[in-house]
């Protein structure tokens, strides 16, 4: 009964946690018009540097004494809300992705309050910690109003830039406008007018989180350009010498020696395992460029763009600086994977000619042995031979010896004649004990081979 409660428990908490919202409580606590400031920052080791950043806001709450109650803290997010006595109220939102972590910090000001501008935060005491962990993206300084939309000439002294670029997204009454261009604190700056109609929280929170999130993969994505630039260069480098090598390899492998081969094999080896270093970092840095590039591109088109009057739309700027970089890491990486594979291809053809060498030596060994064998089973059976006429001859003497006693002794007429006839007799003695001998030999080896095979077989 407890086996079975207990897996029921955890599904039930998975299916909690995979419908949590924790993020929708904070919609009772906006309001505009608001300052919102934007941090991200990528981590260069995500599994040990997650637990850093929870601990950096946890940090960050305490410092400037946010109450518990109005207090979220989840493994990766977390967020706190503080009223300042003069009526303002402060919002930090924290968030840890796979690679990157971010802070939203809004700024409300008093109702009676509607003087805000781009620049430092102005809530009393607050301070954002000097120290963070990992590189970092993008830096966002956001106004979001209900009023009009200001004059062209007004927000051209607000925004830095050569060039304003606007757009209406989510509805007529929502516009945006940018520069993308970052100010002297290297944040880039975005006027938002919402619209009194549409100023209700939710809808303040999906603009600034539809701008969020275009600005971090956008920045995400062209982070990787110095590094796929020199990858670039690298790799040519590297096709030009294995196109050398190559040629040479198919020029001379024919008549190369074994010296040469071994060269060959060593300098490609080399090769070969530096393009796999080269191409593990690359696959590590750019594998997530082209989910970064869709997330960018649907989340445009989520905003239902319009243009606006005497602006360049948003997605003009946006899809000008990722338009084919993400297709371009990923050609760098097919021609990574292409040059691995040729240097493979060629280490395996000279394996192969190295191999079939070998095999031509083993086969001229094999030639020299079985020479050798024949010409020692000739000289066995010589000696064999010989060996049947010194028994024979040792046998006939002593044979001699008793036919001459014998034949002193009265038994026998002639000793001579007796030794004369006994010599064949001797011949084929002396071929039945070699005969026999040879056969007893094999037999006991042949019976020897099969008990070590056994013994070998049992360790």
């Given at each position: ?109 008093s109702p009676e309050r509607h003087d805000i501008a781009f620049g430092p935060l102005t809530f009393p005491e607050y301070r954002f910690p000097g120290t963070v962990l990992g590189t970092e993206v993008c830096r966002l300084d956001m106004i979001l109003t209900t009023e009009a939309l200001p004059s062209r000439d007004y927000l051209r002294s607000l925004l830095p830039g050569p060039m304003l670029y ?291 077989q049992e360790e």
């Amino acid at each position: 009964m407890d086996q079975q409660a207990g897996p029921k428990r955890g599904a039930d908490s998975l299916l909690r946690t995979l419908h949590e919202r924790p993020q929708i409580p904070l919609t009772n606590w906006l309001r505009a018009p608001a300052h919102v400031h934007y941090k991200a920052f990528r981590m260069a080791d995500p599994p040990s540097q997650r637990p850093g950043s929870r601990a950096e806001f946890q940090s960050l709450l305490e410092t400037l004494k946010i109450p518990a109650e109005t207090m979220v803290l989840r493994d990766t997010f977390g967020y706190g809300v503080k009223d300042a006595r003069n009526g303002d109220r402060l919002i930090i939102l924290w968030q840890a992705h796979t690679e990157y972590y971010n802070y939203q910090l809004w700024h409300l000001p008093s109702p009676e309050r509607h003087d805000i501008a781009f620049g430092p935060l102005t809530f009393p005491e607050y301070r954002f910690p000097g120290t963070v962990l990992g590189t970092e993206v993008c830096r966002l300084d956001m106004i979001l109003t209900t009023e009009a939309l200001p004059s062209r000439d007004y927000l051209r002294s607000l925004l830095p830039g050569p060039m304003l670029y606007g757009s209406r997204i989510l509805d007529e009454h929502t516009s945006v406008i940018a520069s993308f261009t970052p100010d002297d604190h290297g944040r880039e700056r975005y006027w938002v007018t919402a619209g009194s109609s549409r100023s209700d929280p939710s809808h303040l929170k999906d603009i600034v989180d539809a701008i969020v999130r275009i600005e971090t993969y956008y920045h995400l994505v062209l982070m990787q350009k110095p590094l796929f630039s020199a990858a670039i260069d690298q790799v040519y480098k590297f096709e030009q010498v294995h196109l050398k090598q190559r040629e040479i390899i198919t020029d001379h492998i024919g008549h190369a020696d074994s010296q040469t081969l071994q060269r060959w094999l060593n300098s490609l080896t080399q090769d070969l395992l530096k393009t796999n270093r080269m191409a593990g970092k690359l696959h590590f840095e750019l594998s997530a460029s082209v989910p970064y590039d869709k997330i960018v591109h649907s989340t445009l088109a989520s905003l239902t763009e319009k243009p606006l009057e005497s602006y360049r739309p948003l997605s003009d700027y946006v899809l000008s600086g990722i338009t084919g970089v993400a297709e371009g890491y990923q050609q760098l990486l097919k021609r990574i994977d292409t040059l691995r594979n040729g240097f493979e291809g060629s280490i395996s053809i000279i394996r192969t000619r190295v191999n079939l060498i070998v095999e031509a030596q083993n086969l001229t060994l094999l030639k020299s042995v079985d020479q050798t064998t024949k010409s020692q089973v000739l000289l066995q059976h010589t000696v064999e031979g010989l060996s049947v006429i010194v028994i024979a001859y040792y046998m006939s003497g002593l044979a001699g010896y008793i036919f001459k006693g014998l034949s002193e002794m009265g038994w026998l007429a002639n000793h001579n004649l007796a030794s004369a006839i006994f010599v064949p007799v001797a011949i084929a003695l002396a071929f039945v004990v070699t005969t026999f001998s040879r056969k007893y030999l094999h037999k006991k080896l042949a019976g020897e081979q099969p008990a070590a095979k056994a013994e070998k077989q049992e360790e």
